[in-house]
């Protein structure tokens, strides 16, 4: 199977979380995605625990790696 359409191909999940969080910062995160892992106490743990549990919950915060990052973090940080 072929994954050459996926832009998030060997893009792990906490390197989407740390670079959200570096680019937006937590309370920026949290208005764009209103999850509370990502309002009340938040970490990067504690985030990865919740998004790999909420399926739905990943996708917004895929989604917005995807629309902040189109070309990949390398070009935009």
């Known amino acids: 199977m072929s994954q050459e359409n996926n832009p998030l191909h060997g893009v792990k999940l906490i390197h989407i979380v740390e670079t959200l969080v ?3 910062g937590w ?3 949290s208005i764009r995605i209103p999850i509370r892992c990502f309002s009340f106490d938040p970490s990067v743990k504690s ?3 919740f998004l790999r ?3 739905w919950a990943r996708v917004k915060v895929e989604q917005l790696y995807i629309n902040t990052f189109p070309n990949g973090t390398e070009e935009k940080l």
Do not use: A, H, V
């Open 47 to 49: 985030s990865l625990k």
């Open 53 to 55: 549990k909420t399926s």
């Open 22 to 24: 570096e680019y937006y």
């Open 27 to 29: 309370e920026q995160l």
